[in-house]
T-cell receptor, first 113, second 115 residues
Framework: GESVGLHLPTLSVQEGDNSIINCAYS??????FIWYKQESGKGPQFIID?????DKRQGQRVTVLLNKTVKHLSLQIAATQPGDSAVYFC????????????FGSGTQLTVLP | DGGITQSPKYLFRKEGQNVTLSCEQN?????MYWYRQDPGQGLRLIYY???????QKGDIAEGYSVSREKKESFPLTVTSAQKNPTAFYLC??????????????FGEGSRLTVL
């Protein structure tokens, strides 16, 4: 079946630099996307979401970009901090689906001092 | 404060034993979900429930059972039929139904280890 996937399993960045985490999806019926952050041994926490009628959405230090043409999603974190070290998941929802979200395998972000 | 509470946080079980993981939410959400997470992997859906007294199988329901007798509670039983039950289990809830997309709220997880 179709699923959400990530380009890179790990990403290391210097503290203060910007981070970009990528995600590819293959189901054109997907109309809602979420980024979650999961710290070790904890449950995922919501970061930001975007609907398919938008290309970009900004939050506090985070921006999500959606390119429907190539079915690509990215999460940008500005001025990355040590507390940003975690696994980041993208998830998609298919319109009309009662199952809610389908998750990718995640990217481990490590912030270097 | 509103949220989702999972218990126990850590659980050990011997092979052949059934165990039940608790999930309680006070967010007044209609929908609740159970996911399994293995090391280095994403979340896989076990069961979900959109309303009291109703639930559906997810992608990996074999060896698991659930009940939804109350809106706020959605316990998961890991039965002896589950061949590889050692994993991190996450419960979630949402306000969303079939036609509304929305955020999932997660509990802190329960780590089950089979000895």
């Amino acid at each position: 079946g179709e699923s959400v996937g990530l380009h890179l399993p790990t990403l290391s960045v210097q503290e203060g630099d910007n981070s970009i985490i990528n995600c590819a999806y293959s189901n054109s019926a997907s109309d809602y996307f979420i980024w979650y952050k999961q710290e070790s041994g904890k449950g995922p926490q919501f970061i930001i979401d975007i609907r398919s009628n938008m290309d970009k959405r900004q939050g506090q230090r985070v921006t999500v970009l959606l390119n429907k043409t190539v079915k690509h999603l990215s999460l940008q974190i500005a001025a990355t901090q040590p507390g940003d070290s975690a696994v980041y998941f993208c998830a998609e929802n298919i319109r009309g689906s009662a199952r809610q979200l389908t998750f990718g395998s995640g990217t481990q972000l490590t912030v270097l001092p | 404060d509103g949220g989702i509470t999972q218990s126990p946080k850590y659980l050990f079980r011997k092979e052949g034993q059934n165990v039940t993981l608790s999930c309680e939410q006070n967010l007044n959400h209609d929908a609740m979900y159970w996911y399994r997470q293995d090391p280095g992997q994403g979340l896989r859906l076990i069961y979900y429930s959109q309303i009291v007294n109703d639930f559906q199988k997810g992608d990996i329901a074999e060896g698991y059972s659930v009940s939804r007798e109350k809106k706020e509670s959605f316990p998961l039983t890991v039965t002896s039929a589950q061949k590889n039950p050692t994993a991190f289990y996450l419960c979630a809830s949402s306000v969303a139904g079939t036609q509304i997309t929305g955020e999932l709220f997660f509990g802190e997880g329960s780590r089950l280890t089979v000895l």
